[in-house]
């Protein structure tokens, strides 16, 4: 049974800092590539920020690049997603999720597993 859980969500102020984690088991986390999305109400999930296998490999949606940093431990079968200089248009449910393809996924489609998510509110 595949399993991703996230944790580190929670609320906090306009310019604080927050991290992301997901724990991955059931699948083989080192050859699945990770992506971050979220979903703030009313509006469709989009990409956070993904990662490749070995974690050379990095993407960041234009909003959130020099602000977050997406990391993985493929020891520890887990992703974090430090978020700083956080804005309340940050505001939304986090997700983590994994995907079977090597290259720039960046399209929720093509995840195929997924955790339950984590919310994430930034007041100003």
């Known amino acids: 049974q595949v399993q991703l859980v996230e944790s580190g969500g929670g609320l906090v102020q306009a310019g604080g800092s927050l991290k992301l984690s997901c724990v991955v088991s059931?699948?083989?986390?080192?050859?699945?590539?990770m992506g971050w999305f979220r979903q703030a109400p009313g509006k469709e999930r989009e990409i956070v920020a993904r990662?490749?296998?070995?974690?050379?490999?990095?993407y960041y949606a234009d909003s959130v690049k020099g602000r977050f940093t997406i990391s993985r431990d493929n020891a520890k079968n887990t992703v974090t997603l430090q978020m700083n200089s956080l804005k309340p248009e940050d505001t939304a449910v986090y997700y983590c999720?994994?995907?079977?393809?090597?290259?720039?996924?960046?399209?929720?489609?093509?995840?195929?597993?997924w955790g339950q998510g984590t919310q994430v509110t930034v007041s100003s």
């Open positions: 990662i490749g296998w070995t974690g050379d490999s990095t």
């Open positions: 999720a994994a995907t079977n393809y090597g290259g720039l996924v960046i399209t929720s489609t093509l995840y195929n597993s």
């Open positions: 059931g699948r083989t986390f080192s050859t699945s590539g």
